[in-house]
């Protein structure tokens, strides 16, 4: 399906905020989710001085079919110095909103997670009013190694589904759709406000995915997003349909009566964009 249809095109422009945060980024020596999984958003997001930080290189230990990021099983050395780095980054940006998410580091021993804690306790340190959500991997369903990004006490949880169960053997073949679930039950039952996301277009039913909406509330998940899945190169997988707008509108709909707090439902919707109206809007 190479035809992109009217309402999956999006303008791309750049101003002085876009050439702004991407020197700042460059400054600190970050890496971002958003030029390095091609998000679409970016020329949006880099203009209004937001980015969303990826943290432990740019080379991942799995190859999830969807993700564009590179990977191999000897990933780049953990840069100690960066947790300093981003807090410095989201001053200078003038963020009050954070995402940090990363690779998935199956060679760590804790999955990455006391980097993610470094890095929420050193933003905080620095920006003491920036709300901070850690978007992380599953640690191989490790309560113990969750437990240390929970302790640095983030604003929410974020961890993505990212399809229906079904599709786990192409889409996420290294992962396990229960434990995530059960790392999103933990931190929720721990206090936590949680969060987690899906893409569609994949070859997905409906059902599939009210089914995924009712197990999220099954467990009080508090913020659900659903967006289009782009593929990001030619070595991803295919993108099997474009889904209408209204559609997501209709998602958006059921989501909200099924409990969520905020239902962020889009053809461009991904979990850390504009992720601070999960704390300003209702």
């Known amino acids: 399906m190479n ?18 945060t991407k020197d700042i ?25 937001y980015a969303t930080f990826m943290i432990l290189g740019n080379i991942c230990t799995r190859a999830c079919g969807f993700c564009s990021v590179s990977h191999n099983k000897k990933p780049l050395p953990v840069d ?5 780095h981003i807090a410095m980054a989201v001053k200078e940006l003038g963020l009050k909103y954070v995402v940090i998410t990363s690779v998935t580091r199956d060679d760590l021993f804790d999955g990455g997670a006391e980097h993610f804690s470094r ?15 850690p978007l992380v991997p599953d640690f191989k369903g490790n309560i113990e190694h969750l437990e240390i990004v929970l302790e640095a006490l983030p604003d929410i949880f974020s961890h993505n589904l990212e399809t229906v169960p079904a599709l786990y053997p192409d889409v996420r073949p290294q992962a396990n759709y229960k434990t995530s679930l059960k790392m999103l039950e933990y931190a929720k039952k721990k206090g936590f406000p949680i969060k987690s996301g899906i893409m569609v277009g994949l070859g997905e039913t409906k059902q599939q995915i009210l089914e ?29 349909e474009f889904i209408h707008p209204d559609i997501f509108q209709e998602y958006r709909i059921i989501g909200e009566k ?18 601070e109206l999960a704390f300003t809007e209702k």
């Open 3 to 20: 035809k992109l249809p009217c309402w999956v095109r999006k303008k791309i422009s750049t101003g002085t905020g876009y050439q702004l």
């Open 25 to 49: 980024i460059s400054k600190y020596g970050l890496t971002t989710v958003c030029t390095n999984a091609r998000c679409p958003n970016i020329y949006e997001c880099f203009e209004k001085r």
């Open 80 to 84: 100690v110095d960066e947790p300093y």
């Open 119 to 133: 890095c929420i306790r050193m933003i905080r340190k620095h920006n003491p009013e920036t709300k901070i959500e």
């Open 212 to 240: 995924v909406m009712n197990d999220l509330r099954n467990i009080d998940c508090d913020y659900f997003v659903i967006g289009q899945y782009l593929k990001p190169s030619s070595e991803n997988l295919d993108v099997k």
């Open 258 to 275: 099924l409990g969520f707090k905020k239902v962020f439902s889009g053809v461009f919707c991904r979990s850390s964009y504009m992720a």
